[in-house]
């Protein structure tokens, strides 16, 4: 699938802010199943320092720096990118003790090693309500990986209602579960959780989801901002799975990866001090329209 | 075996020994195994026989007057964050070199290994690949920094200054307590150990070969100014601030070394250059010795929360522009889990055994290392892994295994459930040293703290310096907890040692040293400082004519006291409740602001204005309004005087100076300049222009000048326009365009600042002005022009 992505976010200062540095995490990410044809970042006012970096993850990053005093920012993404379907064959995942051993006897701190996802990271601590509910889940006997992280998942995306406005960016997420309520960051860091209280790796990707349904399909909830989903490890033979428990499925070709890590805080879309005395607002809009023509669909059938 | 003392001794010695034993099962760093003294104590022990109880007595309180001149405190975090004395032990712990020597060869090792190791895991990684250390260990740990990984430090090696802790066993051998990488504290501190203890024993230490530590200072001193390479760059000590539990050091030690003192609002980054803000602009930084924990140091790319680091700081380590000692993320290396680790990486990177043994440590991550704690709980300390304080400091969770036995159950269901995140470690008893306490020599638990730094030539250990003495006699490891003290160490030669110091021999050229420009931060606070003290003696000179109105009417009712309730000096205080405590804000605010410049502000001064506000506090408490107040009052202005005084005379005219200088002229200015236009006033009862020569401090003046009664013209004349009465406003803006002219920029290619601009065109309107073109209008404008001088200076220097 082929879609065309438009990504804005400002912040307007009530007092000019004197300066200041940010790293953003808004591009997407060039992958085995995804592929970026075209993706411009336009930032006002101009930046006086602009660098690409590789985060530890593999992640692409943009470094700006601001020098002049400033009243707002603003970032602007244009991109477009072909998404393809991730093909699931049959679940040959381990069982969680097989897992458990798996990961014990695991060498290695290279940037897609499952270590880094297992422990607590800033914003996801391991509670012990997030054991009992996926517990829970599995109780009838689920035991293969990847059929767990679909079951809490799916679990997640019933149990929680879709609630902009109930929470913002810092809320924890055990509050966020213990109200029910959320938005993508909020399911994502809870499933996050829930699976590390367990012992199975798992990660926070940010990126977007498709803005239009296919026809006759409902159109999915975290569309009107930057979606969030989870990346999961169900041993060395399956590697990592993705899975959106927002809306409650395994991540297709609806959604376009930027970035992933442990957590919200690994890849904000703009990481950054602003040096203000006054407050602030920011405003995001997305757009992810898919170029649905027939010639695009035979380009992308082969 | 049975607790020898030492029965040997006579006459002197053996009386002030009589109540020193050696305690069972532990050593003795005074008494050998058969309770004789050792040699390297001999004469040391003789000497202090020698003297008289009252003359120790006298001795050790001049020891504790240095500390107090010198200003040497420790913050004590806790609700009240006060200000603590320097707990010194003044006996010192005394070592031969020739065992020191075995000490030093065994530490230099270990530096060797924990930099391989820090190496290794921000690079190759190969004790992870190859199984020496659990991969999930490092991932786990919140010091693992993973932006540093792959980021080779500038000068090559990772850790410059590292210390350990080290304790004597009872076999009478040292084991290592732990390592301490991230920020040691201490080095400071024993440079004013030793001179405090100096101070107690003066001619013993002229007379015994005890090492010097300059020499230690001045080999890390060069080794940082090396780190610069050869860019025209500063060393700077990266601080968390003056509520840091160790500012007092830092401070102190970039006195002592000649580095700036620098907090991350002083600086920023350009295109991977850090720079300081200072009054001339941005200087370039290329070296920071941190004393902050590396998580902290950027809160762009490491913990976001922190407000204490420096936005874009990794980026420009990546970059190779910044050598950070020690390097961000060595912090690893003080995970508690690692010591269980050490024996077998020492032998995979170094292919040899350690030559000091650490305490022993099992980390419960692994089924048998787990079973064998748990059958040894009753020896063992329970603590968390990852943790990365030193097990018996610890205030965390950590069990003394014996004070769980009897409950099996529940150390196996914790090792059980929580196996990865603890460690078992032994409790490590500890030799005991003597200490002072009341007068008798008692025997008290110690452990050294040996400090290491990286010279061009390789490892250089500081000679002693600095022990930590356990409050109680217990010797268990754990008993060192808060409330110890701190000896000097002397490490004993049997030959001369040379004498060094840190500064240049007398006979070399002389040459002033070489400073940057003040950091803006510090101009800030200096110019607040002026500002807040002036304001409070502004304040209370009014109150105190207040006060004294109020005795002679004996009423408040009057129209003058009535006039004086509402000046807007006293911000819609009332003078008798209220006055007071925003008196003491003023003060407060002045000692703030003294406090984050203390390593640029006399010790003098900096007590000076600490018992100013400690005797406001009592002085100002509880008086009666009128004559008890008004003498109160007076004598809170003889204290802030002597303190202006003692600013005045006795500073150097660095630019902080002229910043404390300024702030003070323009603060009086604009009292000055509200004062009349309150007092002077037209409306004004009766006695209000008495009251405002009175508080300019110019009666006599004003008698022998005007010899008439005080009218508007004579007193605008004598208190706005007079050049010569230190007053007048017109005075105080003599003196700012004075001090400005000497601030960088003043004026650039012939053209004035637009700060000399302002002052110069404003001092000048006022210079030609007679008294009657003060209307009260035109004393509005200038407090406004005096607000925006303010603003400008701000704009220009302090940003």
């Given amino acids: ?302 | 075996m049975s607790s020898p003392q030492s029965h040997t001794e006579t006459g002197a010695v053996a009386r002030l020994l009589a109540g020193y034993r050696r305690l069972p099962g532990v050593s003795d760093e005074l008494l050998d195994a058969a309770g004789k003294v050792r040699p390297a104590w001999r004469a040391f022990i003789d000497h202090v026989a020698r003297m008289a109880p009252e003359e120790i007595s006298h001795r050790v309180e001049q020891g504790d007057q240095y500390l107090r001149d010198a200003g040497v405190f420790f913050r004590q975090y806790g609700a009240d964050q006060t200000e603590r004395a320097w707990p010194l032990s003044h006996m010192p712990v005394i070592v031969h070199e020739s065992e020191w020597s075995e000490i030093t060869s065994g530490l230099i090792q270990r530096a060797d290994l924990l930099e391989s190791i820090v190496a290794d895991l921000y690079g190759s990684q190969r004790l992870v690949m190859e199984g020496h250390l659990p991969a999930s260990l490092v991932a786990t740990s919140p010091e693992w920094l993973r932006p540093l990984v792959g980021v080779r430090p500038r000068s090559g090696q990772y850790l410059h200054f590292i210390a350990f802790e080290i304790a004597r066993g009872p076999d009478g051998q040292w084991w290592v307590l732990g390592d301490r990488v991230q920020a040691p504290s201490g080095a400071g501190f024993a440079l004013e150990n030793r001179v405090a203890t100096t101070r107690v024993f003066p001619d013993h230490y002229a007379r015994a070969n005890i090492h010097r530590l300059a020499g230690f200072f001045r080999a890390f001193r060069d080794t940082m100014n090396d780190l610069r390479g050869d860019t025209e760059s500063r060393v700077g000590i990266l601080t968390p601030g003056r509520l840091n539990d160790t500012y007092f050091e830092h401070a102190y030690i970039a006195r002592y070394l000649g580095f700036a003192l620098l907090e991350g609002e002083d600086l920023t980054v350009q295109d991977g250059q850090v720079m300081v803000r200072t009054i001339a602009g941005l200087e370039p930084v290329s070296v920071l010795w941190r004393r902050i924990d590396s998580a902290f140091a950027d809160p762009l790319e490491l913990n976001e929360q922190s407000k204490l680091g420096v936005p874009g700081l990794v980026e420009a380590v990546r970059r190779g522009q910044m050598a950070v000692v020690n390097a961000l993320g060595s912090g690893i290396l003080e995970t508690r889990a690692l010591l269980a680790f050490m024996p077998r990486i020492a032998q995979a990177l170094l292919g040899e055994s350690l030559k000091l043994p650490n305490i022993a440590t099992w980390w419960c991550g692994q089924e048998s290392e787990r079973a064998h704690v748990l059958a040894n709980a009753e020896r063992m300390m329970i603590g968390e892994a990852l943790s990365t304080r030193m097990l018996f400091d610890s205030e965390d969770n950590t069990n003394l295994g014996s004070t769980l036995a009897g409950r099996e159950e529940s150390v196996a269901a914790l090792l059980a459930q929580r196996g990865a995140m603890l460690v078992g470690q032994e409790a490590v008893t500890r030799s005991t040293t003597p200490a002072m306490v009341n007068g008798v020599l008692t025997p008290r638990p110690m452990s050294l703290r040996v400090f290491l730094a990286r010279t061009s030539r390789g490892w250089r250990v500081m000679p002693g310096g600095y022990a930590r003495i356990g409050r109680s006699q217990e010797a268990t490891a754990i008993a060192m907890q808060r409330g110890g003290s701190v000896a000097d160490v002397w490490v004993l030669s049997d030959k001369p040692v040379r004498n060094e110091t840190l500064l240049p021999s007398p006979a070399a050229p002389y040459r002033r040293a070489r400073h940057g420009e003040l950091p803006s931060r510090a101009a800030d606070n200096l110019f607040w400082m002026g500002r807040y003290v002036e304001r409070a003696e502004g304040m209370i000179r009014m109150l105190r004519a207040w006060h004294v109105r109020l005795a002679e009417a004996g009423r408040e009712d009057t129209q003058l006291l009535a006039h004086a309730s509402a000046y807007p000096g006293f911000f819609g205080a009332d003078p008798v409740k209220e006055a007071p405590r925003s008196l003491l804000q003023s003060i407060s605010a002045a000692t703030a602001s003294a406090s984050q410049v203390r390593d640029r502000f006399s010790v003098d001064g900096w007590t000076a204005l600490n018992d100013l506000a400690a005797s406001a506090r009592v002085e100002l408490a509880n008086v009666a309004p009128g004559h008890d107040a008004a003498r109160a009052l007076g004598q809170q202005l003889h204290q802030i005087t002597g303190f202006s005084g003692l600013v005045n005379d006795n500073m150097y005219r660095f630019a902080g100076w002229r910043f404390l200088s300024i702030g003070r002229s323009l603060e009086r200015a604009s009292n000055m300049t509200q004062a009349l236009m309150w007092f002077a006033d037209d409306a004004a009862p009766e006695g209000a222009l008495d009251m405002v020569v009175e508080v300019g401090d110019s009666v006599l003046t004003h008698r022998r000048l005007f010899a008439v009664a005080t009218s508007r013209s004579t007193v605008i004349d004598l208190l706005a326009c007079d050049a010569n009465n230190p007053r007048s406003i017109l005075y105080q803006l003599q003196e700012m365009k004075e001090q400005v002219s000497y601030l960088p920029g003043a004026v650039e290619r012939g053209e004035m600042s637009e700060l000399s601009r302002t002052i110069l065109k404003l001092h000048a309107e006022i210079a030609v002005a007679a008294p009657e073109n003060f209307a009260a209008e035109r004393l509005a404008e200038i407090q406004l022009e005096l607000w925006r001088l303010s603003e400008v200076l701000t704009k220009t220097y302090l940003r």
């Avoid at chain 1, 985060?55 to 020098?67: I, L, P, S």
């Avoid at chain 1, 679909?150 to 924890?172: Q, R, Y």
């Avoid at chain 1, 026809?215 to 009107?224: A, Q, V």
Wanted: glycine share 8%.
């Fill in chain 1, 1 to 302: 699938m082929l879609y065309d992505i438009r990504l804005s976010i400002r912040y307007d200062y009530q007092a000019p802010v004197a300066g200041g540095r940010h790293v953003l995490y808004m591009t997407p990410a060039q992958s085995g199943s995804q592929r970026v044809i075209t993706s411009l970042l336009d930032v006002t006012p101009t930046p006086d320092e602009r660098i690409a970096k590789t985060d530890f993850y593999g992640n692409t990053a943009v470094e700006v720096a601001f020098r002049a005093p400033h009243a707002e920012i603003a970032f602007r993404l244009r991109a477009r990118v072909e998404r393809q379907a991730v093909a699931r064959g049959p679940d040959q995942s381990p069982a969680l003790d097989a897992l458990r051993e798996e990961l014990a006897g695991w060498r290695s701190l290279t940037q897609d090693s499952p270590l880094h996802f297992l422990a607590d990271s800033p914003r996801v601590r391991m509670r012990p309500e997030f054991e009992a509910y996926a517990r829970a889940q599995i109780a009838d006997g689920t035991t293969r990986t990847a059929a767990i992280v679909e079951a809490i998942g799916k679990a997640l995306d019933h149990d929680m209602t879709f609630d902009p406005g109930s929470t913002n960016v810092d809320t924890p997420p055990e509050e966020a579960f213990a109200a029910r309520h959320g938005v993508c960051q909020d399911f994502t860091h809870i499933m996050i959780g829930c699976l590390r209280s367990i012992g199975i790796p798992a990660g926070y990707v940010s990126g977007f989801l498709r803005t239009q349904p296919p026809e006759g399909e409902e159109r999915l909830e975290g569309t009107d901002a930057m979606h969030a989903w989870v990346r999961a490890w169900c041993g060395a033979a399956t590697g990592w799975v993705e899975y959106d428990p927002t809306n409650g499925l395994w991540v297709m070709d609806q959604h376009i990866a930027v970035a992933h890590g442990r957590d919200y805080g690994d890849v904000a879309p703009v990481r950054g001090v602003v040096r203000t005395s006054g407050g602030q607002a920011s405003a995001q809009a997305v757009d992810v329209i898919p170029l649905a023509t027939p010639a695009d669909a035979a380009s992308l059938s082969r």
